[in-house]
């Protein structure tokens, strides 16, 4: 069975520091994908990237950056400058690429709390 | 604008009573979700449904049903056999396809409250 562990449970940051936050996978299959949503305060899940596991490059958007390494089962996120517009509880999911039922499930880890503190 | 829209965004229920959440989406997307999310628990599958008239039960299924009559429609039944569904419960939906690398979107969720 996949798992999605997220060991942050709250962080807390000034405004300006750099945080990252871990995510990491467990599955059997050889493909899948990745996700990272964000919820902020209003409830709604907002996605911030897909990554499929054949790409192991690293992805920046402005003030984030991903960092996917298949060795470790990791896909862990970085905000640079952090603002306090970043404050919201973010989500690490894992979505095994298989047909039939089951096939549409995502699998999400439990979310960490990020304060950022102006 | 294109989306997802659930209503009610905050719903009061008396214990013994069905309750119905509503999820339109104008995505055109083919499949749609329903997760529950509790404090610290993060997002658990209740159903999806991967085309009309079709559905699937998810993780926690129990004590709760949907139907799928038209492809922009969802709708959720939290019924009084679910003991425990005072919670956040988000609907999504996705483009069609047999792999499940699609994205998934995300509606603003409704709250619902047991009395």
């Known amino acids: 069975a996949q798992k999605v562990t997220q060991a942050q449970t709250e962080i807390s940051v000034v405004e300006k520091e750099d945080v990252t936050l871990d995510c990491v996978y467990e599955?059997?299959?050889?493909?899948?994908?990745l996700f990272w949503y964000k919820q902020p305060p209003s409830g709604e899940l907002v996605f911030l990237i897909r990554r499929n596991s054949f790409d192991e490059q690293n992805e920046i958007s402005g003030r984030y950056s991903w960092n996917f390494q298949k060795s470790t089962s990791s896909f862990n996120f970085t905000i640079t400058a952090s603002q306090v517009v970043d404050s919201a509880v973010y989500f690490c999911a894992l979505s095994e690429t298989r047909t039939g039922a089951g096939s549409y499930q995502l699998t999400f880890g439990k979310g960490t709390k990020l304060s950022v503190i102006p | 604008d294109g989306g997802i829209t659930q209503s009610p965004k905050y719903l009061f229920r008396k214990e013994g009573q069905n309750v119905t959440l509503s999820c339109e989406q104008n995505l055109n997307h083919d499949a749609m979700y329903w997760y529950r999310q509790d404090p610290g628990q993060g997002l658990r599958l209740i159903y999806y449904s991967q085309i009309v008239n079709d559905f699937q039960k998810g993780d926690i299924a129990e004590g709760y049903s949907v139907s799928r009559e038209k492809k922009e429609s969802f709708p959720l039944t939290v019924t009084s056999a679910q003991k425990n569904p005072t919670a956040f419960y988000l609907c999504?939906?996705?483009?069609?396809?047999?792999?499940?690398?699609?994205?998934?979107?995300f509606g603003e969720g409704s709250w619902l409250t047991v009395v």
């Open positions: 599955t059997r299959d050889t493909t899948y994908y």
């Open positions: 999504a939906s996705s483009p069609a396809g047999g792999l499940s690398g699609n994205t998934i979107y």
